[in-house]
């Protein structure tokens, strides 16, 4: 049964005012907020940014989540390891290399100790693929990457700005059960991508959603407000009879109301999926 869920730090106010982070100062109270809404999950959020306190980092920490998921009822499914935003598999030595895909598989680890099903990996932004040279250089990587995910049965999604084509031919090297896709309503929609279109290219590799919206060629807005076409989206969703997750990673509304905020949103992904 599909689960709801929703990203790290976004049922808390900003922190050192980032959009989004991993929440070093409040991330213990975020499960009591996620249990209000309620949503299933908390999609976690291992960031550079707070690496060094991020608990799913040590034993200690793991405990502590575990303590957590348990208590509040609410799980945490995902892992969304922008850590590699900053340290990202392209356009690095191979000693760089090597040090992020023992993170990785460090990361995918300790996930598999709380519960963790999926580790999402963007390559978005300054981590985007950008040449052929690094497309063969995240083909490598990821080929090294599987076996890790073979250890701990965690898969793997990738959430990628290309083009469907580029995209599935990306998948096509990678012909690996465990390597799926993280569809991104709000990223695609702001390259101009169509639903129809990605999920004819590589539909049936889709194994998570980012539900957000955005503005074409431009930054993320309130659900409905922007150019993602969600009607499009779910009817895909659909035909390829899509049993995965949602996790909202929608705009931010006003701080301190960020609860009534999240049951709108989630109100409104009800609208289109009642699975």
Request: net charge negative; charged share 25%; hydrophobic share 40%.
């Amino acid at each position: 049964m599909t689960k709801l869920g929703i990203m790290e730090g976004r049922l808390l106010p900003p922190e050192d005012g980032r959009f989004q982070c991993f929440p070093r100062n409040q991330w213990e109270s975020e499960f009591a907020q996620a249990a209000k809404v309620p949503f299933n999950y908390i999609e976690w959020v291992y960031d550079l940014y707070g690496h060094d306190m991020n608990p799913l980092g040590n034993r200690a920490g793991m405990e502590r989540l575990k303590n957590l998921t348990q208590s509040s009822g609410v799980s945490i499914r995902s892992v969304c390891a922008d850590y590699f935003m900053d340290k990202p598999f392209v356009r690095c030595g191979e000693q760089e290399l090597d040090e992020r895909l023992q993170e990785l598989a460090h990361i995918l680890r300790n996930g598999r100790a709380v519960g963790v099903n999926r580790v999402v990996i963007p390559f978005v932004d300054a981590s985007a693929i950008r040449s052929k040279e690094d497309l063969a250089a995240v083909q490598d990587a990821l080929k090294a990457a599987m076996p890790f995910a073979e250890e701990t049965g965690i898969e793997i999604h990738l959430e990628t700005s290309l083009g469907p084509a580029e995209f599935a031919k990306l998948l096509n090297c990678v012909p690996h059960p465990k390597l799926r896709v993280n569809y991104d309503s709000g990223n695609s929609a702001s390259l101009g991508y169509s639903p129809t279109n990605e999920f004819a290219a590589y539909g049936d590799r889709i194994g998570s959603v980012h539900i957000k919206d955005r503005v074409l060629n431009g930054g993320t807005v309130p659900l409905g407000t922007g150019s993602a076409d969600f009607p499009a989206l779910f009817s895909c969703l659909e035909r390829i009879e899509y049993r995965g997750d949602f996790t909202l990673q929608v705009a931010r509304g006003t701080p301190g109301d960020e609860v009534a905020w999240a049951k709108r949103n989630l109100a409104f992904v009800r609208r289109y999926w009642n699975n």
